[in-house]
C-alpha cells in the first residue's frame, strides 16, 4: 500500500552524489518518521537502485542530518 506524499520525504541526489532532501533528478521518496525506515532502505540496496548508482558512492551523511531534525 502506498503512502500519502505527507508521510513521505523525497530525497535527491546532487552532482557530488551527496544526498539532499527536495532536489531535482531522479530521487527516493522515504517515510518522514521513521530513521529506520531509511537504514534500511540504504542497506537493501534501495536507494542505489532510485539514484542509479553504486552504494558505495552515495553519500548519506546530509540524509541523517536531514532526518535527524525531524524527530
Known amino acids: 500500500m502506498k503512502k500519502s506524499t505527507d508521510l513521505l520525504l523525497r530525497f535527491s541526489l546532487d552532482n557530488s552524489n551527496k544526498v539532499q532532501l527536495k532536489g531535482e533528478g531522479r530521487g527516493a521518496w522515504l517515510c518522514r518518521d521513521?530513521?529506520?525506515?531509511?537504514?534500511?532502505?540504504?542497506?537493501?540496496?534501495?536507494?542505489?537502485?532510485?539514484?542509479?548508482?553504486?552504494?558505495?558512492?552515495?553519500?548519506?551523511?546530509?540524509?541523517?542530518?536531514?532526518?535527524?531534525?525531524?524527530?
Request: hydrophobic residues 45%; charged residues 30%; proline residues 0%.
Open 34 to 71: 521513521s530513521l529506520k525506515c531509511m537504514e534500511i532502505a540504504f542497506n537493501k540496496g534501495l536507494l542505489k537502485r532510485a539514484f542509479r548508482c553504486s552504494s558505495d558512492e552515495i553519500d548519506i551523511s546530509v540524509l541523517k542530518l536531514a532526518a535527524s531534525d525531524l524527530f
